[in-house]
């Protein structure tokens, strides 16, 4: 889809390994051992772009359901389990679209950094050497596990944040900022070194947390 956009595209094997892919319909892969992008650049025009099975960056990955800000709703971006490899991750999904990663992302090998755009994110914990940056118009729902260990790194949450779970975030002397509301009760512990912990709206407004520990 390099010179013309694909309809759709369709891919299922034990290994997929996809370089650019511009779609106007959907993109689905499913490997049953690993899916591995190799590209810089995967696009659809407000269809959906999933993924089933474990996902490897062989490059600095850009997903995108907007077509590139022509289709501004774009539609949901989905991994059914863990990303790994150290490049970075951009997942945009548009103002309607739901951006959701079901598997711990960096557990193995730590990305480079980690955004996500869309209506709404769901995490269950990711590692980093550099930035972390989730902006969910309706919410951001974390759990597990959020560590940045590249030295003054910020982690940022523009937009509601709902607990998930227990979750912890760590950054090796960057910034912690969440831009809005703090919700859910569940514990929730922020470690920032000498950097900064920001947190603009209520925390526990409307459904207390269990605990909140910030340093």
Known sequence: GGSTALSSLTASGSTITALNVRTTGTQSYT??????????????????????????????????????????????????????????????????????????????????????????????GVATTGAQSYTGATSSTFSGTYNISGAANAFTVTGPALLGGATTVTTNNGNISFSSTLNNGQTLSLTA??????????????TALTSLTAS
């Open 31 to 124: 490997g049953s051992t690993s899916t591995t992008f190799n590209g810089t650049s995967y696009i659809t025009a407000a269809n959906t772009f999933s993924v089933t099975g474990a996902a490897l960056l062989g490059a600095a990955v850009v997903i995108d359901t907007t077509n590139a800000g022509a289709s501004p709703s774009g539609a949901s971006i989905t991994f059914s389990s863990t990303i790994n490899n150290a490049q970075t991750l951009t997942l945009t999904g548009g103002s309607t679209g739901a951006v959701t990663v079901s598997g711990i992302v960096g557990g193995t090998t730590p990305l480079t950094s980690f955004t996500a755009t869309g209506n709404t994110i769901s995490t269950v």
């Open 193 to 206: 070194g000498t950097g900064a912990v920001t947190i603009t709206g209520a925390t526990g407004g409307t």
